[in-house]
């Protein structure tokens, strides 16, 4: 991409980093209401819910938006759960879809009045002993899986989640044994398609599996639903298609069955591309022949590229007016972490870069700042919002070095 002086075609990028420090993550209001707004129309079967699964971003001002627009949660931890009842989420419009978590968290869950869904044996035995008589979610491993790298694929014989269908009447029994009603199916392949074939897949297996418990009402379809990061080169999810065939899929089930309540749970489509996150360039070298552009990005603010090779668009803001050039070879694009593994881009095409300049990292809204961390003692940044009238407000404050160790 090129140079760019707006953020969202809105706002002064060195402004805004002026204003509140670098690096920033920076929400557009408009973008996150729109993206709630198509998934909530995915479907026209009338018993259809959407919740947002918030290990994406856990902003609270953002989660309200979320709330704002009619979408429920999922909760991964209490630290989610809390985050949520924070952002004015009832209880019944969350739930807990833990793994391999404590006694205690469960209780948390249970005491807040919140649906459970487990995805294990073990782990719905534990339920049972805290919760006799409640509701509980079975998480399903349908035994296939599909994502974008191999750490982000969550159904199959070698994924960690869910429980194997095969020990469904075995969960069927511990359930019983506990006066337990299973109320709900639930369950998530993985992380981005583009295509829905895999994800129709899934949905059909999984409402056989409903078709065999008669007290489910509630089928979660899961996540997944992919952003096209490569600008101009990835096609858009089209969403029109899957949601036609999602809804034949489930009308006709209804049709010979009985009728039942759908959810997904999209994290990235809803708050990946709201976000972008803004950078400065703080070096530049030729080293061995090849070209560095040092910034203030390192993978403690945004890991996805270090951790799933993931690309993100990067556009340059320069410092002051002057003509465009490009490097004469591709580039690597690094942060300012203590390790040689520390690249945001490699093999990029870019405009040249001066110390100074800012950088747009675009679709940085979903797992940037929730996966963000304090490697090398270096504070979270801030998060900002613009609002749908132009204001820009401060939604979370940068930590300060007092922070990192709070007395
Ligand atoms: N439901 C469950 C149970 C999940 O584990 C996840 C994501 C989702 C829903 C939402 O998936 P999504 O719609 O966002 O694909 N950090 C990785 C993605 C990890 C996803 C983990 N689970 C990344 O940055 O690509």
Not at 332 to 346: M, P, R
């Amino acid at each position: 991409m090129g140079f760019e002086k707006l953020v969202f075609g809105k706002t002064d990028v060195h402004e805004l980093l002026n204003e509140f420090g670098s690096p920033l993550y920076v929400y557009d209001e408009e973008i996150l209401r729109k993206r709630c707004q198509e998934m909530k129309s995915l479907l026209t079967y009338p018993q259809f819910r959407v919740n947002y699964s918030a290990k994406a971003n856990t902003n609270v001002e953002l989660l309200k938006i979320v709330r704002s627009e009619g979408l429920d949660v999922d909760g991964m931890s209490p630290g989610e759960m809390y985050l949520e009842i924070k952002a004015g989420f009832r209880s019944d419009r969350i739930t807990f879809i833990g793994n391999n978590v404590s006694r205690n968290e469960l209780q948390f869950a249970v005491d807040n009045g919140i649906l459970v869904s487990v995805d294990s044996l073990s782990q719905l035995k534990l339920l049972g002993e805290i919760n006799r008589g409640g509701s509980v979610c079975l998480r399903i491993n349908p035994g296939i899986g599909a994502g974008h790298h191999d750490k982000v694929i969550t159904g199959g014989k070698k994924a960690k989640f869910g429980i194997a269908v095969e020990d469904l009447p075995l969960a069927q029994e511990i359930a019983a044994r506990c006066e337990m009603t299973i109320s709900g199916l639930n369950q998530h392949i993985g992380s981005l398609f583009l295509e829905p074939d895999a994800y129709v897949a899934a949905a059909a297996a999984i409402l056989e599996l409903a078709a065999m418990i008669r007290s489910v009402e509630t089928v979660d379809l899961g996540g997944g639903f992919g952003i096209p990061y490569r600008h101009g080169v990835e096609q858009r999810l089209d969403l029109a298609n899957l949601g036609t065939q999602l809804d034949t899929l489930i009308n006709d089930w209804v049709a010979s069955h009985r009728p039942i309540s759908i959810r997904t749970e999209p994290g990235r489509y809803v708050v990946a591309e709201c976000g972008a996150l803004l950078g400065t360039v703080t070096a530049v070298k030729e080293n061995y022949n090849t070209f560095f552009v040092g910034t203030d990005i390192g993978f403690n603010t945004l890991v996805r590229p270090v951790m799933y090779d993931s690309y993100h668009e990067i556009s340059v803001v320069p410092r002051e007016e002057r003509p465009y050039e490009e490097y004469s070879k591709p580039v690597y694009v690094v942060g300012q972490i203590c390790e040689s593994g520390d690249i945001l881009a490699h093999d990029r095409v870019i405009p040249c870069c001066h110390e100074g300049d800012a950088l747009i990292v675009h679709d940085a809204g979903a797992y940037g700042f929730s996966m963000a961390s304090t490697y090398n003692s270096r504070p979270l940044p801030a998060e900002v919002l613009i609002e749908k009238d132009g204001t820009i407000r401060l939604i979370r404050k940068a930590q300060t070095l007092q922070d990192l160790w709070p007395d």
